[in-house]
């Protein structure tokens, strides 16, 4: 198994644990909608969001809000 963490403005805003044998490889992935057509989609924006290859760590998260976060600060 193995978890999601989701980070808003570089705070956990949540995990999810997922059970690896259930993950389908050719399954559609989805940003904004859900897989289920009947939902709707996201309305509003999104700031870089990155999908990373490996799991980054709670520091390498914070390193990465500050540093793109310095990039708006005068």
């Known amino acids: 198994?193995?978890?999601t963490k989701?980070?808003?403005?570089?705070?956990?805003?949540g995990e999810l644990h997922v059970d690896s044998n259930k993950i389908q490889p050719a399954t559609d992935?989805?940003?904004?909608?859900?897989?289920?057509?009947i939902?709707?989609?996201?309305?509003?924006?999104m700031n870089n969001f990155i999908i990373y290859d490996?799991?980054?760590?709670?520091d390498e998260i914070?390193?990465?809000?500050?540093?793109d976060?310095?990039?708006y600060q005068s």
């Open 1 to 3: 198994s193995f978890g």
């Open 6 to 13: 989701v980070y808003i403005n570089g705070e956990l805003a």
């Open 29 to 37: 992935f989805w940003i904004g909608k859900s897989f289920n057509t």
């Open 39 to 45: 939902d709707r989609y996201f309305l509003g924006k």
């Open 54 to 58: 490996r799991i980054l760590t709670d």
């Open 62 to 67: 914070q390193q990465n809000y500050k540093a």
């Open 69 to 71: 976060l310095s990039n």
